[in-house]
């Protein structure tokens, strides 16, 4: 092997010119495959994070997934029975004993759960009434679960458990109704009940339609307000992964019955766009490998028919095909290793300098960053990568001077 690959290095130097040029082909794939990868899962994983984070990764729901099947039909499975015009009967909606399947959820080994009272209120004031989303918590669990916490410009969550009678609102509502911390606000619900609120915090999270609709009470008083006493119509969940959250809501849906939506389930339309946009992101950029590795595929060409007539001394000597083969695989094993060992520090140092660009966006608001991934799989990839291209790109002409026949070289040489 050591003879092997001290004869591979000498038909790459003796070639230097072209051996660099493919060299730095693979060079300059593998750090723009690194910059243009880590820039696209960056923003990905920044796009998920805020898609993900900022809501719960579970939503369980008072309602159930399948209407309940009527007594006729239990009772004559396979009759012709029709049912029309069936009303609900009337009740208090609500999960029945949520606190039960609060402590249950709470059970799973780092799952974060969260009872809430969503409903919808009509704000006044000073003249103005507008229609708000309400969702009554407990303080003191909502910030393992939501990230709102991350985004309040004025007061805290933690506000609301010294005065229950308090409220968080957006800062879009908050400039719309020309209000700030510590005004109080008028607040109607469709049952008739008004309460008056002090605004205890403002929040934003850089959606207006969400920081002009939603508001932040305590459970308790939200529970007055709708006259739904002991009652919670959504409890959130969150997990350490937020990729298991698909195959835990089913299993929370066949425990407890009710309606359990991953946020899988609930943006599928955009994972399937982000799994496109992987698709063509990798095809982009392994084309740059796909060029490079021509150049590799050049060099190590040239080489063969340069060197046919040494091929065949080899093989009279007694190198068997198997050897000749190795030869050339070899060259392109070593351009690859060279490339990634040059490639990936000149990745690293065109990803941290896209971390430092930061722009203004037209619309205004504060300075962007680019997000760049740093994880260890996106150079796992670029590394394969640019192996699998070189060595396939040494394996067709090595193949082809596998196949030299001594004896047609030689006579024809002699």
Not at 100 to 116: C, D, F, M, N
Not at 190 to 206: D, E, H, N, S, W
Not at 273 to 290: E, H
Not at 388 to 405: E, N
């Amino acid at each position: 092997m050591n003879l092997l690959l001290s004869i591979a290095l000498k038909h790459l130097l003796a070639r230097k010119r072209q051996s660099v040029v493919s060299l730095m082909g693979i060079v300059l794939g593998v750090a723009f495959f690194l910059a243009i990868s880590s820039l696209m899962q960056g923003s990905q994983k920044d796009f998920i994070r805020r898609l993900v984070d900022n809501v719960p990764h579970i939503f369980i729901t008072d309602e159930y997934r399948n209407p309940h099947r009527q007594p006729v039909q239990e009772l004559y499975p396979e009759g012709a029975v029709e049912i029309r015009s069936i009303k609900p009967q009337t009740e208090t909606r609500g999960i029945r004993g949520y606190t039960q399947v609060v402590e249950y959820l709470r059970s799973i080994p780092g799952v974060q759960a969260s009872p809430i009272l969503s409903g919808q209120g009509i704000l006044n004031f000073a003249g103005k009434n507008t229609a708000i989303a309400m969702d009554g918590m407990i303080p003191e669990d909502i910030k393992d679960v939501v990230t709102i916490q991350n985004y309040m410009v004025s007061g805290s969550i933690d506000d609301l458990v010294t005065n229950p009678n308090g409220i968080i609102i957006g800062q879009e509502l908050a400039r719309v109704f020309s209000l700030k911390r510590g005004d109080n606000i008028t607040v109607a619900a469709p049952t008739g009940q008004v309460r008056v609120f002090k605004i205890l915090g403002i929040f934003r999270t850089g959606r207006a339609d969400y920081d002009i609709n939603h508001t932040f009470i305590s459970l308790k008083r939200m529970q007055a307000l709708l006259d739904r006493p002991n009652r919670a119509n959504v409890i959130i969940v969150k997990l350490p992964d937020p990729n298991e959250a698909r195959a835990l809501a089913a299993q929370i849906e066949n425990r407890i019955g009710y309606k359990s939506v991953s946020w899988q389930e609930a943006s599928e339309d955009i994972m399937s766009t982000l799994t496109i946009r992987n698709i063509i992101m990798y095809t982009v950029v392994s084309a740059v490998l796909v060029v490079a590795a021509f150049g590799i595929y050049n060099v190590i060409s040239t080489v063969v028919l340069e060197k046919q007539r040494d091929i065949a001394i080899l093989k009279s000597m007694g190198f068997r095909a198997r050897d000749i083969r190795y030869i050339f695989v070899i060259q392109g094993f070593l351009l690859g290793i060279a490339g990634n060992l040059a490639g990936i520090p000149l990745g690293m140092a065109l990803m941290a300098s896209l971390m430092r660009v930061r722009f203004k966006p037209p619309w205004g608001g504060d300075f962007i960053q680019m997000p760049i991934d740093w994880s260890l799989p996106q150079f796992a990839i670029a590394g394969a990568f640019a192996m699998a291209a070189a060595m396939v790109a040494a394996l067709l002409p090595a193949r082809k001077a596998a196949r030299v026949q001594p004896v047609e070289i030689l006579r024809g040489g002699a």
